[in-house]
C-alpha cells in the first residue's frame, strides 16, 4: 500500500472523528439552550390556578394562601355580618360601596356589588389582602364594635396600620383613609360547593 493511500485513509478518519466531535458538542451547547424555553416549576407556581378545600370553613375564620406572589384571604360571613354589609350606616361610610366609581376596575363582573362574592355564595369572601394604598398587608378585624376603629361605627373588617386605611369585611374602602379604591377581588369559580379555584373566571352557560 502506498503512503498517499495510507495518508488518505488517516484523512477521512480524522474528517469522520471530527464531524462527531462536532456533533456532540452542538449537542451539550443546544441542551441547556433548549431548556431555557420551558417553565420552571417555581414559574408555573407563580401563576397558575389554585385550589382551596373550604370544607371546613367556619363563620369567622380566615384562610390565607398565596397566589401570584400575593395573600389572598378565603373567610367565611355569617348572617350578621352579611346583614351589616348591606347596612344604610356602613354604606354611607364607605368610599365606594358599589364598586362604581375609582374601584370598576378592581373586581369582576360577576360578582356582586354589596358583598363582592359570586351570586348564592355570598357568605364566602375572596379577597387578595394587599392595601391599595401603598401595598401592606392589612390586619383582619372581624369583631365589631372594636373600640379603637370607631366603636359602633365598626361593622368588622380590616385594617391597615401602616397609615390607616380601613375596608370593611367586603374589602371596600372606607372614605376619608388613605387608599384610594376598593381591595381587589380576584378571577375565581367554584369547581364544586367546596371547593374553589382562584386564578380561573367562572365558566360561561
Not at 391599595?132 to 398587608?137: D, E, I, K, N, R
Not at 366603636?151 to 380601613?166: A, E, L, M, T, V
Request: proline share 7%; net charge positive.
Amino acid at each position: 500500500m502506498s503512503e498517499q493511500t495510507i495518508d488518505l485513509k488517516k484523512r477521512r478518519f480524522l474528517t469522520k472523528a471530527t464531524s462527531v466531535v462536532g456533533a456532540v458538542g452542538v449537542g451539550f451547547v443546544a441542551w441547556p439552550f433548549l431548556s431555557t424555553w420551558k417553565p420552571s416549576a417555581k414559574t408555573k407556581a407563580a401563576g397558575a390556578p389554585i385550589d382551596i378545600d373550604i370544607s371546613k370553613l367556619e363563620a369567622g375564620q380566615l384562610v390565607r394562601v398565596l397566589w401570584r406572589k400575593k395573600p389572598v384571604w378565603i373567610f367565611m360571613r355569617d348572617e350578621k355580618a352579611l346583614d351589616a354589609l348591606n347596612s344604610d350606616g356602613l354604606i354611607k361610610s364607605l368610599d365606594d360601596p358599589d364598586g362604581t366609581g375609582n374601584s370598576k376596575n378592581q373586581q369582576p363582573s360577576y360578582v356582586t356589588s354589596n358583598f363582592r362574592s359570586i351570586k348564592n355564595k355570598e357568605s364566602v369572601a375572596v379577597i387578595v389582602g394587599v392595601c391599595t394604598h401603598l401595598g401592606c398587608s392589612p390586619t383582619y378585624r372581624p369583631e365589631p364594635g372594636a373600640a379603637d376603629l370607631g366603636g359602633d361605627s365598626w361593622k368588622g373588617g380590616f385594617y391597615c396600620p401602616c397609615h390607616g386605611s380601613k375596608f370593611d369585611l367586603a374589602g371596600r374602602v372606607y372614605a376619608g383613609v388613605p387608599a384610594p379604591t376598593n381591595l381587589v377581588i380576584p378571577p375565581y369559580r367554584y369547581v364544586s360547593d367546596s371547593l374553589i379555584r382562584i386564578g380561573v373566571d367562572p365558566e360561561i352557560t
